[in-house]
């Protein structure tokens, strides 16, 4: 049985709207019934506390007792992850549960209780990211040696790597894993050790064989 929802789109061409509409009417197909569209075209750098459109989303949610709300693309809208984690804790907050319909590599399924759990896991890591980035911005501006290039990032946490694995097993690149995650290639490649089949294959030159 399928579940209700709404769906908020944020674009500022008309042509931009329809192709997400289709995108957002392809994901829920056979999974949810769309009660009503929000759609705004403002900046995606504008909170979602100063969009008249997304709290309407939310109260409408609120009165109607529909707790799933659609996105169209998570790799969008981690971009700005500030913005998005501000956000994301309105939507937890609301008592919702967001889905997108690209990009989405957050674990749980479509079981509300595990979805919600996997949603503030990777929020909680978000903002514990964020956090860990303007104190570093803060401790930089008032060392008194000269700046220099940041080293090796930290190595994630257990649920770090988990939504790693899950997001390489979800089709991201190397490259995007690194970028959503904040780790260098080589942490990436010291976690899929043990998962051969996520390595991917070697996309450099190929040495030629020593003569025996």
């Known amino acids: ?41 403002q900046s995606p750098a504008v909170p979602a506390s100063n969009r008249p459109e997304f709290i309407e989303m939310l109260n409408y949610c609120e009165k109607n007792g529909i707790s799933n709300i659609i996105f169209h693309d998570l790799d969008v809208t981690l971009k700005n992850s500030d913005v998005f984690t501000s956000d994301l804790s309105l939507v937890l907050k609301s008592g919702s549960i967001p889905y997108w319909a690209q990009g989405d590599f957050i674990s749980g399924g479509y079981d509300s209780e595990e979805r919600r759990e996997a949603v503030s896991a990777f929020s909680r890591y978000l903002d514990q990211f964020s956090s860990q980035r303007l104190r570093g911005k803060r401790g930089r ?72």
Not at 1 to 13: D, E, F, G, T, W
Not at 189 to 212: A, F, H, N, Q
């Open 1 to 41: 049985m399928k579940q209700q929802s709404v769906v908020y789109l944020n674009s500022r061409k008309s042509a931009d709207f329809e192709k997400q509409k289709i995108d957002i009417e392809n994901f829920c197909k056979y999974r949810f019934d769309i009660d009503r569209v929000f759609h705004d075209n």
């Open 141 to 212: 501006k008032t060392a008194a040696a000269p700046s220099r290039r940041p080293g090796r990032p930290q190595a994630l946490d257990e649920k770090g790597m988990s939504d790693l694995l899950a997001a390489r097993r979800s089709g991201k690149t190397i490259g995007e894993v690194c970028r959503i995650f904040n780790v260098s290639r080589s942490t990436v490649s010291k976690i899929l050790r043990d998962y051969p089949e996520l390595k991917g294959e070697w996309k450099g030159p190929v040495l030629p064989k020593k003569r025996t």
